[in-house]
């Protein structure tokens, strides 16, 4: 069997054809960021700029993630960002699941790549996608669970709190809860340098 690189993810997810969503893109949108990096935030899909332009969280929802970490003094470089489906979801729709389970398999082996120490996960599809189908965001966001010594964090999707400022306060929390938990696994050093 042929090991496991960041290479052979990437040429998998150019060559993946699991389900239609690849039939209506511009470019396939794997993920980006730091490699080493102790900290993995997933998000829902590639939106119509990052479909342009084969990165995940370039649009509107991703300037303000990247104003999120700042807030927290984390710079974007130092984390590795992806999303649930590597294929922008017609007219931004949310993402089926039976697309997020063709896409799983790449998902699962960025995770055995990277190894994060804590996964931040983006919204109903991400938490859906890694905690289940009968996940409810508003219910377990801002809460940590472990997962073979993975810790695992659900909050809003920064769309959501674009379209609902109102869920900026709770999200705010979780950004603090974020940042505690990598200074209290010690990471503080890998990222915050
Ligand atoms: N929304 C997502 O979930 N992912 C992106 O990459 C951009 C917007």
Redesign the pocket.
Known sequence: MAEITWELLESQVEACSRCALCGGISHK?PGQGDRHSPLMII?????A??DRQG????????QL?TRMLAAIELPRDRVY????VKCRPPG?RVPEPEERAACLMHLRMQTALLRPKVILL??A??ARTVLGEDTRITAVRGQWRQRRGTWIMPTY???ALLRDPAKKRAAWHDLQMLRDKLIELDCYGDIYR
Do not use: K, Q, R
């Open positions: 949108v998000g829902e899909g590639p939106g700029e990052e990165l995940a969280f370039v649009g509107p929802a991703g993630l960002i992806c999303n649930t931004n983006l919204g599809s991400a999707h920064p769309s």
